[in-house]
């Protein structure tokens, strides 16, 4: 058997090891990457995805950690990917805060990678759903996705998940802020966290009165809105159990499907776009960009023009 | 004249009725919108450029509004393009705050634009960096970027500026949080915004450390770390004044080409990879992957090879 194979029959029976070889693959874009991807194809899609986004300091993580108890509590599996760049699994190192991770990480059914957001040449949502298809490969329950939910990139990813979690905090205008960036439309499930405090029954008022404005969903899913208590594991069994509702909401009506299959065809655009990127980036190419940039700054040439000719 | 050059010739002789219809047609990805901006290209790289950037909720819109009353009271012209969603300039209408974006809106050498965050075709970054084009060839002095600073995309589009300004307020990790967004590896100035707050000197301080611990920059800069309280209107003018001091620091030392030289590189890649894509994608290529789906969803296929075979 050859390195690529061991690393595929690796990840198959769950050997911890060859799966963060295979994710770091995956990760730096390895030559061999896709072609691990193509052999572990046939064995994804058992494991429902959960996306956890919500803004900065909204205790996503500690959710996250909440949930992976609960889920290897009943006896299951369970992957994380957190890409967040304010969570304390992706920068655990500087937060020091690295005791949480190992506390989860060190369970037998448990495994826990941060991936980096920035710099990724095939695009972070492209690399983070494949970093999910080794987790799912690899005969996980369930795959949470863990994403900061500011920004264009993150809640696409966020939205590659079965099932959407939205996390907000009672804050003044949390709401309204996370209407506008736009989470309102993603979430399955809002969760409001740190429920103890001062106003958060308004504030969950207010998330009701948001889902009530909203067309109902095409798949006849009603969005329920659940308090928790991160730091004290409050809520975190009644989030599963919503979570295991809306998996099974999904396979009831047929839409767990509909969802898959959009998104695979995003994910097969999304490797169609790197492919094209990455087959016209050659030297020579990159060399005639280089060489013709001084004439465009100094205006003797449009960067319109040198577009067109080099892709006409 | 045909409309296109009316559009152009009224960009340039800065009509604001013109410069809104222009702006409109590069954020729609109009057809005639390459042609526009291949005429407006020679009228660029006059103005300067801000990006100001930082966590939600961090004051950025306040600064940006005390910006442009500082600017604008030297008799200076100035463009706005707000793309942070959690921005009041945004999403005024939702939030009610259109009032502020009026009180500057209104005033003569002002132009602010929101730009919307999700969805755009081409690519966000694209989009803005040819919206400052246009506001850029209109002859404003400055034009401001206003993005939030959690998220890649959005650190992407702050980095296209001439000025890097980073937003914090003291608040207990949000110096550690924003190291690990990415935040201060793009910071030309620090603003501590609503410093009148506990714990404002123990944050600045922090920001200094942290500033101390990165490698020198390239072109002998040094960071600062300025206070503000953006509500009072404190501390605006000693921005401006950093910001004019980073810009002629770029000047003297030559690397404000060297800066713009790697910002043009990165657009004009960006704008071969979106014609790419739009080349790639005609009917019959979205058709062949629509029909080809529920092979892969149902594993007779897997996408790898599809990729393969329709980009080989």
């Not at 300091?57 to 889920?71: D, E, P, R, W, Y």
């Not at 506390?103 to 972070?124: D, H, K, P, Q, Y």
Request: glycine share 8%.
């Amino acid at each position: 058997m050859n390195d690529t194979e061991l690393l595929v029959k690796g990840v198959l029976s769950a050997e911890k090891r060859m799966m963060a070889k295979a994710l770091s693959r995956v990760e730096n874009e390895s030559p061999d990457s896709e072609l691990i991807l193509q052999k572990l194809f046939s064995h994804t899609g058992k494991a429902h995805r959960i996306g956890i986004t919500g803004p900065p300091g909204a205790g996503k993580s500690t959710l996250t950690n909440n949930l992976i108890k609960v889920i290897t509590g009943k006896g299951k599996k369970v992957g994380v990917i957190a890409v967040d760049p304010t969570s304390p699994f992706t920068g655990g190192a500087l937060l020091g805060d690295r005791i949480r991770m190992q506390e989860s990480g060190l369970l037998e059914n448990v495994f826990i990678r941060s991936m980096a957001t920035r710099g990724s040449l095939g695009g972070l949502c492209k690399n983070v759903v494949e970093a999910c298809d080794v987790l799912d490969a690899s005969g996980m329950d369930f795959v949470i996705i863990e994403t900061v939910g500011v920004g264009q990139s993150e809640l696409d990813i966020a939205q590659t998940a079965d099932t959407v979690v939205v996390v907000l905090v009672p804050e003044s205008g949390d709401a309204v802020q996370a209407m506008k960036a736009g989470l309102m439309e993603i979430a399955d499930i809002f969760v409001l966290n740190k429920s103890e405090r001062e106003g958060a029954d308004a504030v969950a008022a207010t998330i009701k009165n948001i889902i009530h404005l909203k067309p109902p969903s095409e798949d006849g899913w009603i969005i329920n809105v659940l308090k928790t208590v991160g730091s004290r594991n409050e809520g975190s069994e009644e989030l599963f159990q919503e979570i295991v509702k809306h998996m099974e909401h999904l396979e009831a009506t047929g839409y767990l499907q509909t969802r898959r299959k959009r998104h695979l065809e995003n994910k097969v655009i999304d490797m169609v776009n790197y492919r094209l990127r990455v087959n016209f980036w050659d030297k020579s190419r990159k060399e005639m960009l280089e060489s013709r940039l001084d004439r465009m700054i100094s205006k003797q040439e449009d960067p319109y023009s040198f577009v067109e000719s080099i892709t006409g």
